[in-house]
T-cell receptor
């Protein structure tokens, strides 16, 4: 059990650029979650995968956000045409089942200049 | 709608003392799960403790224990013998089968003072 791994740890980019983050879940976990967290707030749900199927996506997520989990293992989260309001910590978590604890990665901190 | 409320934005406690963090929730579900997570400054979110609603016995995990009052929809976290390393944001979270995602509280910032 190597834990949930996220890459990169930090990303600084100019407004309008596209960014992509990667998450590698714990190997036997088939559930994978993406969250966004701003300073002093709790995690805000973005999307959820069971294996390769994206089963739920937050209505708060604009069309600029897309996530994939092509082989049911690692996942990517892409943000197109980044905006200032996208600056946040993006957290990935995985679990064995819906009612089991979620294990989190260290997150990717995105800063938009 | 299911909601989780943490009414204490900030708390502090002296090292070695006991502190209780409160959490209430609202749901019409009868079977659900409750969690406390800890997030130290600039560090990873970590599971502290988990409680299944169908279990009457309160969960414990070393110095951490919960007071689960199902009728009152209350799920407080007690930290005994507080240590400096307990300084963190603590989040209460709720899961029910009709929702695939955790519902999170806004968190309580706990400072353990030497």
């Amino acid at each position: 059990d190597t834990g949930v791994s996220q890459d990169p740890r930090h990303k600084i980019t100019k407004r309008g650029q596209n960014v992509t983050f990667r998450c590698d879940p714990i190997s036997e976990h088939n559930r994978l979650y993406w969250y966004r967290q701003t300073l002093g707030q709790g995690p805000e749900f973005l999307t959820y995968f069971q294996n390769e199927a994206q089963l739920e996506k937050s209505r708060l997520l604009s069309d600029r956000f897309s996530a994939e989990r092509p082989k049911g293992s690692f996942s990517t989260l892409e943000i197109q045409r980044t905006e200032q309001g996208d600056s946040a910590m993006y957290l990935c978590a995985s679990s064995l089942a819906d009612n089991q604890p979620q294990h989190f990665g260290d997150g990717t901190r995105l800063s938009i200049l | 709608a299911q909601t989780v409320t943490q009414s204490q934005p900030e708390m502090s406690v002296q090292e070695a003392e006991t502190v209780t963090l409160s959490c209430t929730y609202d749901t019409s579900e009868s079977n659900y799960y409750l969690f406390w997570y800890k997030q130290p400054p600039s560090r990873q979110m970590i599971l502290v403790i988990r409680q299944e609603a169908y279990k009457q016995q309160n969960a414990t995990e070393n110095r951490f224990s919960v007071n689960f009052q199902k009728a009152a929809k209350s799920f407080s976290l007690k930290i005994s013998d507080s240590q400096l390393g307990d300084t963190a944001m603590y989040f209460c979270a709720f899961y029910a089968g009709n929702n695939r995602k955790l519902i999170w509280g806004l968190g309580t910032s706990l400072a353990v003072n030497p």
